[in-house]
């Protein structure tokens, strides 16, 4: 119930009247509801890590869907290899297998080397010796069709960078079938060129360098001369 309050009047005769009115309230105005920004739809994270056993045959069936078509216009290139040798792959030593997932689904799978290893490979480890070539063999690169152009592709290969500037090596290294426009293409733009070998291409990594540069040291501080005046050794002169 709105409290009201008694004003007094004074009426023409002079007496006071008094009258009961409604308290004059200042009018409110309703603030407004500040629209909220719309945040940016987040999308998609993607996630690398190495390969484990149990994952062998979810990879191998990625494999087979993600060179469908390259298999189908590069006869003389087919990917990935057998099974068993895929099996045999992951027992040996020196070889990377990264697996890169979004929620959970692979999306991509990196195989790299760091010396030329199984009987399947003719890559000449002197041509590289000859040139002071510390390769990163990229053995195979696969992303899956549904995720091309959506940067996995990128991030994949970023990752390879990293690894090799880990492990001080110089060059990614590796085969693409001739015929395969699409794919040198890509490479060509992120900075590979052809080596002599006729599908073998190398791009080179960014590292630092074990040792640092010379730095030039500043001057050595010389020794300031003691201001004149009266020594403190020996007597004074006499009056």
Known sequence: MARRRASRKQDPGGATATTSEQVARPRVV????????KKPPVGPVINVRHMNRRDINRVWDFLKISFRDVNAET????????KRRFEEVFEEEGIEQLVFEVDGDIV?????????????????PRYFEKRDMR???????????????RGVGSFLLEQLHHLARVHGLTHLVLEVAENNERALSWYR????KKLDAAIFMACPIEIEPELLPPRELPPARTEEPEPAGDSDDGDSSSE
């Open 135 to 149: 390769p990163l063999f990229v053995d195979e690169i696969a992303v899956h069709p549904d995720w091309h152009g």
């Open 30 to 37: 309703p603030k407004t509801a500040s629209r909220s920004r």
């Open 189 to 192: 733009k992120r900075a590979f």
């Open 75 to 82: 006869v003389e290139y087919q990917r990935p290899r057998s």
């Open 108 to 124: 991509a799978y990196a195989e790299c080397s760091y010396e030329v290893t199984g009987s399947d490979n003719w890559i000449n």
